[in-house]
């Protein structure tokens, strides 16, 4: 019978100490440190920065937080900020809240003095009472004098 079918035989067991049980190893060591310097360390390093950060802050200092909040730091605790975020506005966070200290004067910088608002809403103000009075209908009843048009 052994003409149509081969005979089937056993391989010998490879011999102890063979170098493929840490050859199956080097991929999952190579993702390890690959994963470290690409995820890990950057990341703690990041957040030592942080710390250092939050341990710097003084009074005076202009911050952002994570909610997006900017203001100066009128007061500062052991492990809370007093954040002045408008005239007599104070917002009381923890000091891990802060995710950036930004350069002093950022505050003013993008602040217009009250005087000329004033002007530019009450310009605004105007130029859109001209635009309704040239279409015919009033900012207030707008929706009414459509309908009686319409009806």
């Known amino acids: 019978m052994s ?3 081969n005979d089937a035989w056993a391989e010998a067991a490879p011999a102890a100490g063979d170098a493929s049980g840490f050859a199956s190893l080097v991929p999952l060591i190579l993702i390890f440190v690959i994963f470290y310097f ?10 030592k920065e942080h710390k250092q950060m939050v341990g710097s802050l003084t009074k005076g200092d202009e911050v952002v937080s994570s909610g997006g909040l900017l203001g100066r730091i009128t007061k500062v605790d052991e492990n809370f900020v007093t954040v002045e975020i408008a005239e007599g506005v104070r917002v009381k966070m923890q000091k891990s809240a802060v995710t950036s ?20 809403k009450k310009a605004e103000q105007a130029a859109l009472a001209d635009e309704s009075e040239k279409s015919g209908e009033g900012a207030d009843t707008g929706g009414k004098k459509q309908d009686e048009k319409s009806g």
């Open 3 to 5: 003409f149509f079918i």
């Open 38 to 47: 690409l995820l890990l360390r950057p990341q703690i390093k990041r957040a």
């Open 101 to 120: 200290l930004v350069p002093k004067g950022t505050i003013k910088g993008g602040e217009k003095s009250p005087g000329k608002q004033g002007k530019a």
